[in-house]
């Protein structure tokens, strides 16, 4: 499975940006897969952001998105979205989509040991 993410960039706070990712060399169809944002600054552990599950029906969050950024995911071109409104530089870091081959329907796990192919990230830059 590569995962490739794209979107990144540098705005100013209370800004705006729409990150995407598309799966490509899938062993099943993209609506088993769970997938998930994660982000990690230089130097820190890389940390759960937002997660969808394939069918999109549970989402979860990391509480300090606080309402901010908003997951979604197309199936029919195997790819999911993360719109994140209302930037802080505290966002500041690198973002990474990741999946996780499902066997239970409606679940995303948020613990990053969960998933199991990464992409090579996207960063994302916030002044302040």
């Known amino acids: 499975v590569q995962l490739q993410a794209s979107g990144g960039g540098s705005v100013q706070a209370g800004g705006s940006l729409r990150l995407a990712c598309v799966a490509s060399?899938?062993?099943?169809?993209?609506?088993?897969?769970?997938m998930a944002w994660f982000r990690q600054e230089a130097g820190k552990e890389r940390e759960f952001v937002v997660g969808?599950?394939?069918?999109?029906?549970?989402?979860r969050y990391a509480d300090f998105v606080q309402g901010r950024f908003r997951i979604s995911r197309d199936n029919t071109r195997n790819t999911i979205y993360l719109q994140m409104n209302s930037l802080k530089p505290e966002d500041k870091a690198k973002y990474y989509c990741?999946?996780?081959?499902?066997?239970?329907?409606?679940?995303?796990?948020?613990?990053?040991?969960?998933?199991?192919?990464w992409g090579r990230g996207t960063q994302v830059t916030v002044s302040s």
């Open positions: 990741a999946s996780d081959l499902l066997y239970v329907d409606d679940y995303v796990a948020t613990d990053r040991v969960q998933f199991d192919f």
């Open positions: 060399g899938l062993t099943q169809t993209f609506d088993k897969y769970a």
């Open positions: 969808i599950s394939g069918s999109g029906v549970t989402i």
